[in-house]
Each structure stands twice: as C-alpha cells, then as structure tokens.
T-cell receptor, first 110, second 115 residues
Framework: RKEVEQDPGPFNVPEGATVAFNCTYS??????FFWYRQDCRKEPKLLMS???SGNEDGRFTAQLNRASQYISLLIRDSKLSDSATYLC???????????FGTGTRLAVRP | DTGVSQDPRHKITKRGQNVTFRCDPI?????LYWYRQTLGQGPEFLTY????????KSRLLSDRFSAERPKGSFSTLEIQRTEQGDSAMYLC?????????????FGPGTRLTVL
C-alpha cells in the first residue's frame, strides 16, 4: 500500500464548478498535512496546510480526518487558472521529509 | 529573487557520464532537501541536510549518488555513471527548522535526460 494515495484523475470540470479531491495516508503518526499545487513542468508550490479543525482560504477548503486518515480539498467556483496537478502531502514529523501522493490532475474548461 | 535556485535547469548527458547539480536555498533556511520526480508521479525524497550534516538518505539514493552541503549553505548532488533510469526532475527544497512554520519551498528543479 502506498503511503499517500490519491485518485490521479483527470478531473475535467467547467468553469464555476465545485470539485473535491480526496487523499488517504497510511502512517497514523503523521503530524503535518498539506496540499501543494504543481503546474506542468514546474516545481510544487504550497497551496495550503491542512488542520484538524478544517481551514479555508478563499475558494479553497481543506479538511483532515485523523481517525479515518483522510484529507480533502474542495475548490469552489473553479477558474481556468486552477488547472494544475494537486499533490496531497504528509509530513511524518516536523521538519521531516515530505511524502507525496501521485497527484490529482484538474482541467477546468471554459 | 530570494527563492530557492537550482543550476542547471536542464541537463542532457550520455549514459555512463557523471553529472553534478547545485542548489542554493533561501538564505536563512537551515534545512535542505533533495527530491526526485518522474513523469506521472509525485516527488520522492532522496536526502536532507540540517546545516552541513546529512541527516537521512533514502534507499533510492544508490552508491552512485552523493550529496554534500559543505558550509551549510548551497548543496550539490552528484550522480556517477548515469543510467537511463536516472532521467527525472531533481528538485531541491529548503525550510527553517525551529521557526513558527517549517514549510518547504521548492526550487525550479533540474531536468536530467540520460541518453
């Protein structure tokens, strides 16, 4: 079993749609959780950290369920510029190496 | 630009040659990480440094790979006797351990093609 599992997609949605990505992780002792965004042939960039209480940043909402070892990302009112690969990332402990999922590809069409 | 920088951005080499990549982290960051990413996969951890000390190496880092961070600032990753399977994007990231956040920031990567 992979340490971090994601549906690779692609998710093809029209502009304005709401789309949700899910991710599961295997290490129950993991401490930090993130969503990174990666554009084609570019480096990953931090989109948002994920907290147990859930957190929101504009159109983006991330949630963590430690009991189920499940992380989600919700994107509302999708824009063409949201087209990218979204990487679910787990950090076993502070300052430690990051463990990435394979990424979920999102394509937003006009 | 005060972000993480990597050099070269692209490298094409023939099988069996040695290559060396450089990473310059964000100046106040004490941790530096190397990852490798192949097409359709997420980045995979290779090794990391705290200041000049190499704290962990992945089993992916075979004997042909060596990384250094001699003065706790920039780092180099050398691959000896390259193989076609080494073709990948090599990503460097840095972070500050001990601060409010330990977010890792990535450089633009070095894309290696082994012919």
């Amino acid at each position: 079993r992979k340490e971090v599992e994601q549906d690779p997609g692609p998710f093809n949605v029209p502009e304005g749609a709401t789309v949700a990505f899910n991710c599961t992780y295997s290490n129950s002792a993991s401490q930090s959780f993130f969503w990174y965004r990666q554009d084609c042939r570019k480096e990953p960039k931090l989109l948002m950290s994920v907290y147990s209480s859930g957190n929101e940043d504009g159109r983006f909402t991330a949630q963590l369920n430690r009991a189920s070892q499940y992380i989600s990302l919700l994107i509302r009112d999708s824009k063409l510029s949201d087209s990218a690969t979204y990487l679910c990332v787990v950090n076993p402990s502070s300052g430690d190496k990051l463990t990435f999922g394979t990424g979920t590809r999102l394509a937003v069409r006009p | 630009d005060t972000g993480v920088s990597q050099d070269p951005r692209h490298k094409i080499t023939k099988r069996g040659q040695n290559v060396t990549f450089r990473c310059d982290p964000i100046s106040e960051h004490n941790r530096l990480y190397w990852y490798r990413q192949t097409l359709g996969q997420g980045p995979e951890f290779l090794t990391y440094f705290q200041n000049e000390a190499q704290l962990e190496k992945s089993r992916l880092l075979s004997d042909r790979f060596s990384a250094e961070r001699p003065k706790g600032s920039f780092s180099t990753l050398e691959i000896q006797r390259t193989e076609q399977g080494d073709s990948a994007m090599y990503l460097c990231a840095s972070s500050f351990e001990g601060g409010i956040t330990d977010t890792q920031y990535f450089g633009p990567g070095t894309r290696l093609t082994v012919l």
